[in-house]
Structure formats: structure tokens, C-alpha cells
């Protein structure tokens, strides 16, 4: 588990990588959260005992790639095996004390995305944020319960996106969602993927945890 943040602060966030595992960029962001938010930030390895995905793998190519991606989705990172972990380890963190008031809301990149989307169809978290999400879907929206922070990139669906933003502009937490579209960015630009030498990856990777954190701000 990474953690970063003050232990006093009595709030915490849980942030859930993407299908690459534990990388600079990603663990950055949640440094700049936890700064910006002082509060506590976990990111736990949700892939344990198993390894994350080769991110030099990826976008799988070959038949021999395909079968393993697949079998990857299948196991490690199933979201029947993982949704249920993100739930517990929010517990598990309320109940050493580290975090008083508990883990208020998770937030994913990728694959990540779509887990804390799920998650947010209870009413363990206060909203729940994804960064350029893998699987989008506008379906998603019918079981929130929770204020939602979506920023898909330019390679996600758009139908998807808009629908989705359809969907939970009718919610009663409708004033408190945010998103935004990043279609100057590639998918995982604020995460594993994120080059974060390139002046325009820069720029955005910035400007999205901005927006997170004032997201965050307002629930925590």
C-alpha cells in the first residue's frame, strides 16, 4: 500500500491504480490530492499476489498478447473479485484509526475508473471520481448513489460520455458531479501512460488533478 498524507487530518481517499500497477505518475497524483486536500491518501495493491499488466504489452498485438489480456481481465483484475476489495479496505483503514472520519471517496484511472464507478452504487463513499475510464458506459449512471467526477479522454466513447452525462445531470447530487472531456489526450494520460515531459500531457495532468481536488473539496 502507498500512503501519503497527514495521519491528524482524519479523512483519507483511496486511490485505485490502473491495470499497470504502482508507477510514478500515478503515485504523484496522489501526492499532489494529499497536499492540496491534507488529508491521507492510500493506494493499495489491489493485484497482490498476482502482477499487474505489462505496460509494455499494451495495446496487446499479438494472439499471444490478446489471450493474456484476456486472461488478466479474468482474474487479477475481474471487478467481481476487486469491487468487493475496495469496500473492505476502506473499512479495514476506518477501523485502524488512520483515517477517523474513514475513506470518503475512491477514485480510479482505466480500469480503476470503472471500479470506483461501481463502487459508487452504495452509500459506503460520499462520490467517487474516474480519470480517463476504460468501459465506459452511460449504464453505469442508473445505480449511483454518489456525486461523480468523470474525465475521459479522447479515446474514450463519446456517446458514451454524453449519455452517461445525461444521466447524471437528472440525479438529486447533479450540482456537485464534474467532469470534463480531454480530446487532446490519449488514454492513461494521468496515470502509467502519462509522459509527463511532453509540455501538453503536462498541462493536463495538472489541470485534471486540479479539478479532482476541487471535486474532493467539496465532499471530504
Known amino acids: 500500500v502507498y500512503v501519503v498524507g ?9 486511490g485505485v491504480y490502473d491495470i499497470f500497477g ?10 499532489i490530492l494529499s497536499k492540496s486536500l491534507k488529508c491521507q491518501v492510500f ?22 498478447d490478446k489471450a493474456a489480456f484476456q486472461k488478466f481481465f479474468g482474474g487479477p483484475a475481474n471487478p467481481e ?12 483503514i476506518k ?4 483515517a477517523k472520519i474513514g475513506v470518503r471517496s475512491p477514485y480510479g484511472y482505466c480500469w480503476g475508473g470503472k471500479i470506483t464507478t461501481l463502487s459508487g452504487a452504495t452509500d459506503d463513499f460520499v462520490g467517487v471520481a474516474a480519470l480517463h475510464p476504460a468501459m ?12 461523480i467526477a468523470v474525465f475521459p479522454s479522447k479515446d ?11 444521466a447524471i445531470s437528472s440525479k438529486p447530487f447533479a450540482a456537485k458531479n464534474s467532469y470534463k472531456l480531454y480530446d487532446t489526450m490519449h488514454h492513461g494520460w494521468a496515470a502509467a501512460r502519462a ?23 467539496e465532499l471530504i
Open 6 to 14: 497527514p495521519e491528524g487530518s482524519g479523512k483519507a481517499l483511496l
Open 22 to 31: 504502482f508507477w510514478p505518475q500515478t503515485l504523484q497524483g496522489a501526492d
Open 43 to 64: 493506494v493499495p495493491d489491489f493485484f497482490a499476489p498476482d502482477e499487474p499488466y505489462d505496460l509494455a504489452r499494451f495495446p496487446p498485438s499479438t494472439d499471444e
Open 81 to 92: 473479485r476487486v469491487l468487493p476489495m475496495v469496500h473492505k479496505v476502506a473499512e479495514a
Open 95 to 98: 477501523a485502524t484509526g488512520a
Open 136 to 147: 465506459l458506459s452511460a449504464g453505469d449512471a442508473d445505480a449511483l448513489k454518489v456525486p
Open 156 to 166: 474514450e466513447p463519446v456517446d458514451e460520455y454524453e449519455n452517461l452525462l445525461k
Open 195 to 217: 509522459d509527463l515531459k511532453d509540455a501538453e500531457n503536462l498541462k493536463q495532468y495538472e489541470d485534471v488533478y486540479q479539478r479532482l481536488a476541487g471535486f474532493f473539496s
